[in-house]
């Protein structure tokens, strides 16, 4: 554990390269490697990407339409939740509860909370994010 929490802390994700080196170094097979950090959600096998949304689908986010808002960042992103846009601009993620259900519903990006969040605020919320060209 460790050593992937070290891995991931470099990196922002557990490269395959490094896998395989902890499990030579280590002397621990490469599926025991696999095992422990495909059990663990804090472990990622994807780079994350630079501005991280995470849009809230406990019950109270869901009920309030947070799957809409879910699938419009999706659509705006081009991407799924748990993946990174190619540019490593954002990653998506779904959780569960933020613990601000009465705000429902809710995404953070980053440290930044937007409560209350409708289909059409979107676009404005990823704007704030995205770097002049």
Excluded: H, W
Excluded at 48 to 77: F, H, M, P, R, W
Excluded at 81 to 101: Q, W
């Amino acid at each position: 554990m460790p050593a992937l929490q070290k891995t991931q802390g470099i990196f922002g994700y557990l490269p395959l390269e490094m896998l395989q080196l902890i499990s030579r170094r280590l002397t621990i097979p490469m599926s025991e490697i696999y095992g422990v950090a495909t059990f663990y959600s804090q472990f990622s096998f994807v780079p994350k990407g630079e501005n991280i949304i995470s849009v809230c689908l406990g019950t109270a986010c869901y009920v309030k339409g947070a799957q809409k808002v879910l699938e419009e960042i999706e659509d705006q992103l081009d991407i799924k939740a748990g993946n990174t846009t190619p540019d490593l601009l954002f990653s998506i993620d779904s959780t569960r509860c933020v613990g601000d259900c009465s705000l429902a519903p809710v995404i953070l990006v980053n440290e930044d909370e937007y409560p209350k969040v409708k289909t059409d605020d979107i676009k404005e919320i990823l704007d704030k994010y995205r770097k002049e060209v």
